[in-house]
């Protein structure tokens, strides 16, 4: 029983409130772009992507404190950050593609598609501390999203094909 208490309270190489602000910085950056797609009324909205955020900063998360954990030191194990990006991108993808539609002559989900794959890059950045990353790739994206939306209806008078 003490060996399952001490595995409870071991400790962690981040500070508790850094992991707890990373968590929460990634659902809330990634819940203003799904908060966008909610409005939408797209398929994949406010909690598919502060899920598909919260996911990839954890497991940011997960390899940062892999990294300082002793029993896993030696030289026959090998952390590569690159190999957490790419398994993060590889699993959204899978998502992202299933978010898009060839119906009728026309792609649909295509921009729901591509923002799930966002919010997992700002997730990454989230779990990775890489803030300034994080926010501003977040307004770029709500900009890209809306304004963009507003240029384009009125250069195709009065009809978006926001997808």
Known sequence: MQSLMDDFAMGTALPPEVIIMRLLGAVVLCGLIGFERETRHRPAGLRTHMLVGLAAALYCL???ETLHNPGVQGEEIGMDPLRLVNAVTSGVAFLAAGMIVFSQGK????TTGTSLWLAAAVGLSSG????LMAAVSTLLALFIIGAIRVVERKAMGGQSDDT
């Open 62 to 64: 997960i390899m940062l």
């Open 107 to 110: 792609v649909r989900g295509l």
């Open 128 to 131: 990775f501390g890489m803030w």
